[in-house]
């Protein structure tokens, strides 16, 4: 069992208000590391380590109750059992609000738990051709190409030029378009048909394009 914190009647700077309770920055930093997330001091100034003569207070509500001393702010978030934090330093004067610091945090961190989640990376899948590729093999790519994007990947279709080919791109460029309508009840051309060097590539993405009347 964890010895319960001690209230201090001299704080010193480095102390925030947490609740009902002082927590030096050593026991903030494990509290929130145990708590699945970790946030620097340096991040924010919360209650005591605000130096300023006078900030504008938001209440615990989201009120606004204007400009008012430092020591008059400390005292509304002590009434209320809350911490005091500052939320925009840059302003004049500092714009400080009541509230839980320890739930901000982890919400804060949730969000960024759950942004970081939906930035899921989505895998990019080849497939290579040349120009007038026999149709068995073409179809054989194709089929790969449906299964991928209906996994919900992208799709690179490249065609690649030997010798003289290179004076030919129309052909090229046909069998892409060819490869873009068989394919369009289950991708979006991301990027056209385009040059790169001895190659032509077009990319897609899965999704539903229009549909065949």
């Not at 809350?82 to 839980?100: F, I, Q």
């Amino acid at each position: 069992m964890s010895k319960p914190c001690q209230i201090l009647l001299t704080i010193p700077a480095p102390l925030w208000y947490h609740g009902v309770h002082w927590l030096c920055a050593s026991d903030l930093f494990h509290q929130k590391r145990r708590s699945g997330f970790l946030i620097s001091a340096a991040n924010y100034r919360v209650n005591e380590s605000i130096r300023v003569p006078q900030v504008r207070l938001i209440g615990p509500q989201g009120e606004n109750i204007g400009v008012v001393s430092i020591d008059e702010a400390l005292r509304v978030a002590r009434d209320a059992e809350l911490d005091l934090v500052e939320v925009a330093p840059a302003a004049d004067p500092p714009v400080c609000r009541v509230m839980d610091f320890g739930k901000f945090v982890y919400e804060r961190a949730k969000k960024e738990r759950e942004a970081r989640k939906a930035q899921t990376k989505i895998e990019v899948k080849e497939i290579r051709l040349r120009p007038k590729t026999n149709e068995h093999h073409r179809d054989l790519k194709v089929r790969d190409a449906r299964r991928w994007l209906e996994a919900g990947m992208k799709v690179k279709v490249r065609i690649r030029f030997r010798g003289r080919e290179i004076s030919y791109p129309d052909i090229a460029l046909e069998d892409l378009k060819e490869i873009a309508e068989e394919l369009s009840e289950v991708a979006l051309v991301e990027q056209a048909p385009a040059l790169e060097r001895r190659t032509m590539l077009m990319v897609l993405a899965p999704g539903k394009g229009p549909k065949k009347k």
